[in-house]
């Protein structure tokens, strides 16, 4: 590996941090504006009793669907740190290895016959990056897996989403600002939907250019 490739391999590592962080701190504000807006709409549900009765199953179904998010999403960043130090450990050894290929190279033939244990020692390191690798690989494969779980609960919430507008349309003439509260719990979730998609496609970029 080159020295331009390692170091674009450290900044799509960084990115992968970065988009991590980010994608944390979008779903929690999201999810906490979807947790509000829901409360309030049963509360405007409990004022009004049973006409709004179908809305308020939505709301509550909403709370919860939430709560699970937030819960698959709090280990997002603690998931990550497993991979980041992975490929932290693999860009070190990739580097001495590159270090060791130099002095080789200025030694020449001679260096080589002189130090038999060269050959040994570097066919230990490119076992180690190897085994590193492999480590690597299953992390972000069980990361990525973690993601696509999320996802598909965004994607749930999403559902719950057009079921709230359109109990919010049938009890439309109650005056109830019922449609507004599903449309801003609507933009909430997809907030996190593209957080979550964000953030799946920068671990994605990483495993198509590490491996």
């Not at 991979?83 to 070190?92: F, G, S, W």
């Not at 049938?170 to 933009?187: H, I, K």
Request: charged share 30%.
């Amino acid at each position: 590996m080159t020295p331009e490739q390692l170091t674009r391999q450290q900044e799509r590592v960084m990115e992968v941090v970065n988009a991590s962080f980010r994608a944390r701190q979008d779903i929690d504000r999201a999810l906490r504006e979807i947790d509000r807006r829901a409360l309030n709409a049963m509360v405007l549900v409990k004022k009004h009793g049973n006409a709004l009765a179908g809305y308020g199953v939505v709301a509550q179904a909403f709370r919860e669907r939430a709560a699970l998010l937030r819960e698959s999403a709090s280990h997002l960043q603690e998931n990550i740190a497993p991979l980041i130090e992975a490929q932290m450990r693999i860009l070190q050894q990739q580097r001495l290895l590159q270090n060791f290929a130099q002095v080789e190279n200025s030694g020449g033939t001679n260096l080589q016959a002189q130090c038999a244990g060269l050959l040994t020692t570097r066919r230990a390191w490119d076992k180690a990056i190897a085994a590193e690798q492999e480590n690597a690989r299953k992390i972000l494969r069980q990361l990525l897996e973690e993601v696509r779980i999320l996802q598909e609960g965004v994607e749930e919430q999403e559902y719950v989403v057009t079921s709230g507008r359109i109990e919010a349309a049938l009890v439309e003439a109650s005056g109830v600002p019922l449609m507004r509260v599903s449309r801003d719990m609507g933009e909430a979730v997809r907030i996190v939907a593209r957080a979550v998609r964000d953030y799946r496609q920068q671990l994605e970029r990483l495993q198509d250019e590490s491996y």
